[in-house]
């Protein structure tokens, strides 16, 4: 089909024999990011962007890591690889595969608007495109971040004022880290479950400067006073970590708040829509901006995106992948 294909194993090179987020063990792995459904265990070999190797080390255990910057070539076979922001999360990358004058790029994840933490997203020129399509229906339309963190700052105020503390469910690689220029302008208290206080901890060991937080471990103080702020996964909703908090109110950070019946069903006092994959407009721009002629659309609402592309005159096609969930519940259940 062509430089790449589609697998039982994952997208495969067979002319550089690698892999790109491989869902089973392979020899050689490029990962575009480290959320659990892009980046598994028990590949041989790891090549991701310098800011990925100890996020991949801590949710993979000590691994062979080979790491690159943005734009850094690398020859596998005589096939050039390159890494270009995806503005997903830190370290988030598109892979860039170029064989005798043939371009494919693998967007992984994706979000068009600069996140200020997150390298922003480049736009690749290539032949072939593979998208995702998480949130590809034209329903979902983003308001711009400052307008939503605004939103956020807002409720933390009325919070306060009632005498309850601000509980934000967040995932714990990225999204929670993004939080952080929202709260710091109002509250030097920020405090983390402890899958996001080792996220940050990594982070910061690769060289990446974020904002102090103090961890909500098992052993923290409990007085009223100390609980402003809390970042908490999203599994740990309902849980004994988070009663410890009473009085407290909850506010979801996803995309999917985009929609009201889904802050109806989750049974929270507030949704945002603060999401880290491009939403309908963005994926338009992206694939637009990449001047791909033949575009593939994987995990989200791929019949719908690939269905409108072909209308508006670019061949495309859907693909199965075992992306789509990014990080499992029991991360989340943690209290360390």
Not at 4 to 20: N, V
Not at 269 to 281: Q, R
């Amino acid at each position: 089909m062509g430089l790449l294909s589609f697998t039982d194993s994952g997208i495969y090179c067979a002319a550089g024999d690698f892999y790109i987020d491989p869902w089973k063990p392979v020899h050689r792995a490029i990962i575009t990011h480290a959320h659990s459904d892009h980046a598994r265990p028990g590949h041989d070999l790891y090549l991701c962007h310098r800011f990925t190797e100890n996020l991949l080390k801590l949710r993979l255990g000590e691994q062979k890591i080979q790491t690159a910057d943005w734009n850094e070539p690398v020859y596998l076979n005589g096939v050039r690889v390159s890494l270009h922001p995806a503005g997903h999360i830190i370290g988030s990358a598109q892979i860039r595969v170029e064989f005798k004058g043939e371009v494919w790029v693998v967007s992984g994840d994706y979000k068009i608007e600069n996140d200020g933490i997150s390298e922003k997203f480049e736009p690749v020129p290539c032949h072939v495109f593979i998208t995702e399509s998480t949130f590809g229906l034209p329903v979902y339309r983003w308001k711009p971040q400052e307008e939503i963190y605004t939103d956020i700052q807002h409720w933390i105020g009325q919070n306060k004022a009632l005498g309850k503390n601000s509980v934000l469910l967040a995932y714990s690689l990225g999204k929670a880290q993004r939080l952080l220029g929202c709260l710091q302008d109002v509250t030097s208290e920020i405090y983390v479950h402890g899958a996001i206080w080792n996220a940050q901890q990594a982070l910061k060991e690769a060289g990446v400067v974020l904002p102090e937080v103090k961890l909500a471990g098992a052993s923290a103080p409990r007085t009223k006073s100390e609980w402003v702020v809390v970042i908490g996964p999203p599994g740990s909703d309902g849980s004994p970590w988070i009663n410890r908090f009473s009085p407290y109110a909850v506010g979801v950070c996803s995309g999917w708040m985009q929609v009201r019946g889904n802050l109806r069903r989750r049974n929270v006092d507030a949704g945002f829509a603060l999401s880290d994959h491009a939403d309908w407009t963005g994926l338009l721009q992206a694939i637009e901006g990449t001047g791909a002629k033949k575009v593939f659309v994987t995990h989200g609402f791929q019949s719908v995106l690939s269905r409108y592309l072909n209308e508006q005159g670019l061949e495309a096609g859907e693909v199965m992948t075992a992306f789509g969930e990014e990080e499992p519940d029991q991360e989340a259940g943690q209290e360390t």
